[in-house]
Each structure stands twice: as C-alpha cells, then as structure tokens.
C-alpha cells in the first residue's frame, strides 16, 4: 500500500510518499498550493510516478487536539483533491511536524532561507511515518 502524504499550506504543499510496504514515508518535493490543488501536469506526473492507493493530509490541530484555525480549509482542499484524484482520503495529526521539520534541518546546517522550501515536505514525511507506524501497529516508536 503506497500512502501520498500532502501538508497543505497557503503558498506551498510539502509531499510525501511511503514505499510499497507501506512501513517508510519518505520526503518528495515542495509544490505551489496552485499547482497541486489544479492538478498541474508537474503533480499529475508526480501521482502517476508513485501510483498511491491513500491519500493521507496532515489536519492543523491545536495542542488540545481540536481542529485548529487552518482546519477547515485544509480540509476541503483534501477532499477536493482526493475526489478528483479518486483516493481515499486519510487525516493525520500535524501538530509540531512542522517545528520538527525545522529542528532537523537546523541539525543539517541550513540556515531559515536555506530551509523554506524544504520543511513543508519534511513534515508531510514526518506525519506520514507516525501514520504508517500507528496504521501498522507501532505506535510506541517514539
């Protein structure tokens, strides 16, 4: 089973994907919010590339756990494309994927500029791997 993973954000969507076991999410690219959410050819591409069977979007929540501000509109994007791209759709948890993103980054040695087109598609592989480990029974990973 082969998870797409979209954090979607205003400017830009970080993707993601797991391998074909479902078990490892790795990071993919960053695309313009338009792009994607048009189904560009760069995207389409992209969706043909991997061959996903579950469309899995990050959900903006609040340390509380209830949906965040963000949420709504995330969600009707996620629907829309999942419709149009006939997956089924899946939320994950976001919440801290993107500060995590950041922290890894930082230990790499990229500076704030050097990171902004990156971190979108490092928490979208962030959110996608605590999915696959929880989906396959490993949510002690810590």
Do not use: Y
Request: charged share 30%.
């Amino acid at each position: 089973m082969i998870a797409l993973a979209l954090d979607i954000g205003q400017t830009r969507i970080g993707i993601a994907v797991s391998d074909r076991t479902g078990s490892v999410a790795m990071p993919i690219k960053v695309m313009p919010t338009a792009e994607v959410v048009n189904l560009s050819r760069p995207f389409r591409q992209l969706v043909e590339d991997h061959e996903p069977d579950v469309l899995v979007c990050g959900r903006p929540q609040t340390m509380a756990g209830e949906d965040g501000p963000q949420a709504h509109r995330v969600e009707q994007v996620a629907r829309e494309l999942a419709g149009r791209l006939g997956l089924p759709l899946e939320f994950a948890d976001e919440r801290l994927s993107s500060r995590e993103a950041k922290r890894i980054l930082r230990e790499q040695g990229l500076s704030e500029r050097q990171m902004r087109g990156k971190v979108d598609m490092i928490a979208a592989s962030l959110f996608l791997q605590a999915w696959l480990d929880a989906r396959n029974g490993k949510e002690e990973r810590g």
